[in-house]
């Protein structure tokens, strides 16, 4: 079930919040967040019943795990938890890796000797890269005392709650369970919170529905080309700018409506998605780009690697294998291994330039001066061209599109539109031509370079004791308006074009 499907906005989505407001005013919130989690296990189940027997497996060993971590901890045996954890995070793992590698690997070891790997591909179940995660963070923040409770209906809605079960954003188990709490939890009280959240799932629905899907147009078609010969200069570099914005709305878009979704049931989650195209270096992307993960990266992955307490080589190498790692998390192939390794090097690149930066005043004063618009542009062609790896399905795709992009006289040209009459205008955006590719990738960057972020434009305050509403009267009224807009616009096109997956949900 899709978020931009008319059976999840007109069916799942009343149908739970309706049934979850009853289920709070007459048998109490305990009551209520069991129906959510009955309501995410059939949200899950639909995409394939099959997996819902995996995820709570799943669920059950991790919270059996985490209640052994506990006890350890309460019997003051840290080793015994610390075994308990490493034992836990082994577990999750080998899950991961089964489903997501063993093809890829075999099929990569009986390529050495021409032959087809003995199984087939295998479909993998929705999400497990991301409840990996999110496990995973539970097992170790019971092993560090951070858990203060631990039930299963707790955990069973941590781990399900349907708005980030997908694509995210990673959440952890404290400060989610501390907002189950009624009495300490404003939103539950607040119609502003159902009103705000609806507000972020329109905007979410007219980005995925009308920017991102149409962004798509132009660049499936020349990635399909892409795998079998060189495409025209022109054509790739549409197509590379067309998927870096097709990937930017389809994940804002997600991580609108999570925030939305969860919102409309009471609940605050953290911001994900941070105007990541504005970023003025690689570092300041990923501190804008998938936060959560970009997080969980640091604190569980970094840091116990040395992180930077062990001098700028093991730093640096700390860095490079965190990307290298996060890379191979996005998907089985060495587009995805090549993908994390160029970002590690450009991260590498980018701290080294700060490191000597700092050690010239004069330098730094020549660096400082350069306007802000040259090293955003820079840092987003360098984040397009490493797009490429990601979108392509394999190196050859990847190989070809590069030689594309490379080749003299390759570029863009300003749109050859009938821009004397705003119908026919119109009518070209809903082509596939090449002069509409570039307009609608013109709108795109306009919107990504020069508008506020939905966050801002809500100031959105993930803090679960902050006010969900802090507009004004009037700007509530007129966000209200271009909310509805933005649905009557995206719910006419889904009318007519089919509902199609977020792109995270592949990973």
Not at 6 to 20: D, G, N, R, S
Not at 153 to 182: E, N, W
Not at 419 to 447: F, K, P, R
Request: proline share 5%; glycine share 6%; charged share 15%.
């Amino acid at each position: 079930m899709l978020f931009n499907s008319f059976e999840f906005l007109f069916l799942f989505l009343p149908i739970t919040l309706a049934v979850w407001w009853l289920c709070k005013k007459t048998g109490g919130l305990r009551l209520a967040l069991g129906w959510l989690v009955v309501a995410s296990l059939v949200f899950y189940a639909v995409w394939d019943v099959r997996y819902l027997a995996v995820l709570l497996g799943s669920i059950s060993i991790n919270f059996w795990l985490g209640g052994r971590i506990l006890k350890a901890r309460q019997d003051q045996n840290d080793s015994l938890a610390s075994r308990w954890m490493k034992a836990g995070i082994s577990f999750n793992l080998l899950v991961l890796c089964g489903f997501k590698y063993t093809y890829f690997l075999l099929a990569n070891l009986f390529a050495v000797f021409h032959a087809a790997p003995p199984i087939d591909p295998v479909v993998l179940p929705l999400a497990i890269s991301f409840v990996t995660f999110q496990k995973i963070a539970y097992l170790v923040d019971c092993r560090r005392g951070d858990v203060r409770r631990h039930n299963a209906l707790d955990y069973l809605f941590f781990v399900s709650f349907f708005p980030q079960l997908i694509a995210g954003p990673i959440v952890h188990h404290k400060p989610l369970i501390a907002q189950t709490r009624a009495d300490e939890n404003p939103l539950f009280r607040q119609k502003e919170a159902l009103i705000t959240g609806a507000t972020f799932l329109a905007l979410g629905l007219f980005k995925k529905a009308i920017l991102a899907d149409s962004m798509a147009r132009y660049a499936s078609p020349v990635f399909e080309l892409a795998r079998q010969t060189t495409p025209g200069g022109e054509a790739a570099w549409q197509a590379m700018l067309a998927y870096s914005l097709q990937l930017y709305f389809d994940f804002s878009a997600y991580s609108d409506m999570a925030i939305g979704l969860a919102l409309m049931f009471g609940f605050k989650l953290p911001v994900n998605f941070f105007s990541p195209y504005k970023a003025t270096s690689i570092i300041d992307f990923w501190r804008r780009w998938h936060m959560t993960l970009s997080s969980f990266l640091r604190d569980y992955l970094y840091i116990p690697l040395g992180g930077n307490r062990h001098g700028q080589f093991k730093r640096y190498r700390n860095l490079w294998l965190t990307m290298l790692l996060a890379g191979i998390w996005h998907g089985a192939g060495w587009n995805f291994f090549l993908w994390g390794a160029l970002h590690g090097s450009m991260l590498l690149i980018n701290h080294f330039w700060h490191h000597v930066l700092q050690g010239s005043v004069a330098l730094r004063a020549v660096w400082n001066k350069l306007p802000a618009a040259l090293t955003i542009a820079v840092t987003f062609i360098l984040v397009a061209f490493a797009w490429v790896l990601f979108r392509a399905p394999d190196l050859t795709t990847a190989g070809h599109m590069y030689a594309a992009l490379l080749q003299p006289g390759s570029g863009a040209h300003l749109p050859a539109l009938p821009w004397q009459n705003i119908a026919h205008v119109a009518e070209a955006l809903l082509s596939t031509s090449v002069d509409a590719g570039w307009l609608w990738i013109g709108i795109g960057m306009a919107i990504v370079w020069f508008l506020p972020n939905t966050t801002q434009l809500l100031k959105y305050d993930p803090s679960p004791n902050v006010a969900v509403s802090q507009l004004s009267d009037r700007r509530q009224v007129a966000l209200g308006i271009i909310a509805g807009i933005c649905l009557w616009f995206a719910l006419k096109w889904m009318a007519v074009r089919p509902a199609t997956e977020f792109l995270y949900f592949n990973f």
